[in-house]
């Protein structure tokens, strides 16, 4: 069983950061497949990034690529999205997830393969 914490969330404007972070706890001695996703009103939750606890090759969509960076301590179990040139459309909860299992080189997990959930933070752009 895994336990996953967001933080960092907040309010910025357009071409500003944020730094969330997502503390994992309960069984941490196992490697994971982590990801960030981020669901905004009214539309589907999206896949942000997808990355292994042991490192190694990282997924990230489109939308996002060149601008959010993920990284990780794993002597604190922490894993982070630092978010860079915000746009107004970054604006949703962005959730931390886990998953047991291999993804691929590339690791292409969808939503449903992630078993465990934060509660999301929530990160609002403005223009």
């Known amino acids: 069983q895994v336990q996953l914490v967001e933080s960092g969330g907040g309010s910025v404007q357009a071409g500003g950061s944020l730094r969330l972070s997502c503390v994992r706890s309960g069984d941490t001695s196992r490697s994971y497949c982590m990801g960030w996703f981020r669901q905004a009103p009214g539309k589907e939750r999206e896949r942000v990034a997808v990355f292994y606890t042991e490192g190694g090759s990282e997924y990230y969509a489109n939308s996002v690529k060149g601008r959010f960076t993920v990284s990780q301590d794993n002597a604190k179990n922490t894993v982070y999205l630092q978010m860079d040139s915000l746009k107004p459309e970054d604006t949703a909860m962005y959730y931390c997830?886990?998953?047991?299992?291999?993804?691929?080189?590339?690791?292409?997990?969808?939503?449903?393969?992630?078993?465990?959930w934060g509660q999301g933070t929530q990160v609002t752009v403005s223009s």
């Open positions: 997830a886990a998953a047991r299992g291999y993804y691929g080189n590339v690791p292409i997990a969808k939503e449903a393969d992630f078993a465990y």
